[in-house]
């Protein structure tokens, strides 16, 4: 079964995560900016959401997670709960 490795951002508005995905770009660290920023509870952890399968995310999350590529920062994504900067971190077939 393929799995994914993720770490997230998670933010009320398009042009947050925008602002915090140009900081990341410029050199900040993703955990640093996730610990300052996520209104997630993985936040503390750096956005780090661990390993997870196919369909264990809402669907926008799940789409980009199991199909663009690893390494990059993916964003803004909106889901019902906000916008999202996604990192695959591993992904395996």
């Known amino acids: 079964m393929t799995t994914a490795s993720a770490r ?3 933010v009320d508005s398009e042009e947050e995560c925008e602002s915090l995905k140009a900081q990341i770009e410029s050199g900040a660290a993703f955990e640093d900016i996730a610990k300052d920023h996520s209104k997630c509870p993985s936040g ?3 956005g780090d959401l661990g390993t997870f399968g196919p369909g264990q995310m809402v669907k926008e999350f ?3 997670v199991f199909s663009e590529a690893v390494g990059v920062v ?3 994504i909106q889901t019902q ?3 999202h900067l996604i990192e695959v971190t591993e992904r395996s077939e």
């Open 44 to 46: 503390g952890r750096g």
């Open 74 to 76: 993916h964003g803004p």
């Open 81 to 83: 709960f906000g916008y």
């Open 8 to 10: 997230h951002i998670l």
């Open 62 to 64: 799940n789409d980009v």
